[in-house]
Nanobody, 117 residues
Framework: VQLQASGGGLVQAGGSLTLSCTAS????????MKWYRQAPGKQRELVAS???????TYASSVKGRFTISKDDAKNTWFLQMNSLKPEDTASYYC????????????WGQGTQVTVSS
């Protein structure tokens, strides 16, 4: 399985960006599609998650501003980021998790999001 992320960039505070991640290879039906982020000097944190059934979860810091969605036909998931703040600046990583019995994680390359004040 390979993940290809795209969509990062530089945006002013209050602006919007959409990240996308496309998976290729052997994709199981039952899965979790996630976005993590890591700012310099900080631990990687979970931003949002969506499962194959469409259930979503969000970090409290982004709830109401970010929306995770998916396109099953294209094995692609998205992170729509609105009302961006400077503290959202980080490298964003997409993650694909297959629960047990596989219990396997796959990661995309990071895409940089920089929010200027």
């Amino acid at each position: 399985v390979q993940l290809q992320a795209s969509g990062g960039g530089l945006v002013q505070a209050g602006g919007s960006l959409t990240l996308s991640c496309t998976a290729s290879g052997s994709i199981f039906i039952i899965k979790y599609m996630k976005w993590y982020r890591q700012a310099p000097g900080k631990q990687r944190e979970l931003v949002a998650s969506i499962n194959n059934g469409g259930s979503t979860t969000y970090a409290s810091s982004v709830k109401g501003r970010f929306t995770i969605s998916k396109d099953d036909a294209k094995n692609t998931w998205f992170l729509q980021m609105n009302s961006l703040k400077p503290e959202d600046t980080a490298s964003y990583y997409c993650n694909l998790y297959f629960p047990p019995p596989s219990a396997t994680n796959y990661w995309g390359q990071g895409t940089q999001v920089t929010v200027s004040s």
